[in-house]
């Protein structure tokens, strides 16, 4: 199950287990129900000592991704907590990019709907918070993305709905992904922050029609944006251009 394994020598080795695992996890290597293979086992395929085992499934079991049974052995039951430990850095291949943008295509219009049927004063206060926050980031790439990433925070917040706001943060560090392509020139940046500006006042004034309409056409305009970033290749470096060509024949239909 393990054929791929790469374990960091110059950090915590517990810790490299662990990030290893949730890689593994996101690309598909291991799914959910998957059991895993007896410690003395792990411990050779991953080259270290069975304490660094224990210790890794130790941090699994705190989180609730991993069930031990006696006379079952070691079951993955819940992959959601190892989103927020993945480095999604390494995941930027056009297929990938292509199913972030795509889930938020679906789940942002949702959320931003509700914000405006409950979004209370607070709310509202830290929606204009994170729009001034982004204003003053301009130019800034990394202060930008990670203001871009606490206003849809906010917006899930005002959700009212506690999983979607859970589920916003433990994808933030996959939404980063998405998000850093969309963010190469002042142009693009300017569109964005419009973009934000007009999610805000819809759910300022209550009107969910508007929000949804909004927060679609803000992230159809990061899909694009995304799509004709250069960075963005194919596994195996096939060429950028066939690369384009294939996410845009996937391209999430109108919601």
Do not use: C
């Amino acid at each position: 199950m393990l054929a791929k394994i790469s374990i960091t020598r110059n950090a915590s080795l517990s810790k490299s287990i662990v990030h290893e695992i949730a890689r593994l996890v996101a690309v598909g290597e291991i799914k959910t129900g998957d059991k895993f293979p007896p410690e003395s086992v792990l411990a050779e395929q991953m080259g270290v000592g069975r304490s660094s085992i224990r210790e890794a499934f130790r941090v699994f079991q705190i989180l609730g991704v991993t069930e031990a049974t006696p006379g079952r052995g070691t079951i993955l039951v819940n992959t959601a907590p190892l989103f927020a430990l993945t480095d999604w850095s390494a995941f930027t291949s056009t297929d990938l990019i292509n199913d972030i943008v795509e889930a938020r295509l679906a789940l942002e219009p949702l959320i931003a709907a509700m914000a405006a049927k409950r979004a209370d004063a607070d709310d509202i206060r830290r929606l204009a918070e994170a729009i001034e926050a982004g204003r003053k980031a301009f130019g800034d790439e990394a202060a930008s993305i990670q203001t871009s990433l606490d206003f849809h925070t906010a917006v899930a917040d005002a959700s009212g709905n506690q999983t979607l706001l859970l589920a916003t943060r433990l994808l933030r560090s996959l939404y980063f992904e998405s998000t850093r392509y969309s963010r190469r020139n002042p142009e693009s940046y300017e569109t964005l922050l419009e973009d934000h500006q007009e999610i805000f006042a819809a759910i300022r004034d209550h009107n969910p029609k508007a929000a949804m309409a909004a927060s679609e056409k803000h992230m159809r305009h990061g899909l694009k944006m995304v799509l004709d970033a250069p960075e963005v290749v194919t596994q195996g470096g096939k060429e950028k251009a066939a690369a384009g060509r294939k996410v845009r024949a996937r391209s999430p239909r109108k919601a």
